[in-house]
C-alpha cells in the first residue's frame, strides 16, 4: 500500500510569510504526527492528531498550529515565519494513538526561509 | 521529561568488524525503545524496537534498564550498513507518546 506522503517536498518562504504543509497517512491510519528536523536540533516531536483532535502537542510556539480532517490527512501551519524555521519537517502515521503502532514517516518537506 | 542520548555522532568501521552504536535514555515509567535507520536520499524508518526482540538486518539491541541503554549490534558490518541511525523513546502513558529521538550517529562502513 501507499506510503505517507507530503506535499510540498520542498518550499522557499521570506520571513514573516506564512506556510502550510500538508501530510497524507497510509490508508487505515487515524494517527498523524509531525517533526522537525535540523542539524542542531536533531529530530523534535511537534504534535499529534488522532480522530480530528490534538492529543499531544511539543515544545513549540504557537505561531506552529495544526489540524486533520476527517480523512486523517493533516496539515500544519507555521505563521510569522523566523529563519530558525527553516528545516526538515517529518509527518508520521500509524494505525492508533497507543506507544504500541509503529510510526511510519513521510519524506518530509523542506523548508527554507530567506 | 524523557531523553535519548547517542554519544557518537559519526562511527567508522571496517567491513566485517562488529558494530555497537550506544543509545542511553532518561525516563520514569516503562518506555518503548526503537531504533531508526536513515538511508542516504530515503526516508526515516523503523529499524527494530525492544518489544519484538527480533533481528533486522544482523542488528540486534537489547533494553538494560539497570543502565538505561539500549545499544544497537551487529557482529560484521557491512556496507550497506552505512547510514544515519536514530535512537527513540516512547512513553507508556497517555499523553506521552511522540517518539523522542536522539540526534543520531552516522555509521561509515569502509570497504
Known amino acids: 500500500k501507499a506510503g505517507v506522503t507530503q506535499t510540498p517536498r520542498y518550499l522557499i518562504k521570506t520571513r514573516g510569510q506564512q506556510v502550510t504543509l500538508s501530510c497524507s497517512p497510509i490508508s487505515g491510519h487515524r494517527s498523524v504526527s509531525w517533526y522537525q528536523q535540523t542539524p542542531g536540533q536533531g529530530l523534535q516531536f511537534l504534535f499529534e492528531?488522532?480522530?480530528?483532535?490534538?492529543?499531544n502537542k511539543g515544545n513549540f510556539p504557537g505561531r506552529f498550529s495544526g489540524r486533520q480532517f476527517s480523512n486523517s490527512r493533516s496539515e500544519m501551519n507555521v505563521s510569522t515565519l523566523e529563519l530558525g524555521d527553516s528545516a526538515l519537517y517529518l509527518c508520521?502515521?500509524?494505525?492508533?494513538?497507543?506507544?504500541?503502532?509503529?510510526?511510519?514517516f513521510g519524506p518530509g518537506t523542506r523548508l527554507t526561509v530567506l | 521529561a524523557q531523553r535519548v542520548t547517542q554519544p557518537e555522532k559519526l562511527l567508522s568501521v571496517f567491513k566485517g568488524a562488529p558494530v555497537e552504536l550506544k543509545c542511553n535514555y532518561s525516563?520514569?515509567?516503562?518506555?518503548?525503545l526503537f531504533w531508526y535507520v536513515q538511508y542516504s536520499r530515503q526516508r526515516l524508518q523503523l529499524l527494530l524496537r525492544h518489544i519484538s526482540r527480533e533481528s533486522i538486518k544482523g542488528f540486534t539491541a537489547d533494553l538494560n534498564k539497570g543502565e538505561t541503554s539500549f545499544h544497537l549490534k551487529k557482529p560484521f558490518a557491512q556496507e550497506e550498513d552505512s547510514a544515519m541511525y536514530y535512537c527513540a523513546l516512547r512513553g507508556s502513558g497517555a499523553g506521552s507518546y511522540q517518539l523522542t529521538f536522539g540526534k543520531g550517529t552516522k555509521l561509515s562502513v569502509i570497504p
Open positions: 508520521a502515521s500509524s494505525r492508533t494513538l497507543t506507544g504500541a503502532d509503529t510510526q511510519y
Open positions: 492528531y488522532f480522530s480530528e483532535t490534538q492529543r
Open positions: 525516563y520514569s515509567g516503562s518506555p518503548e
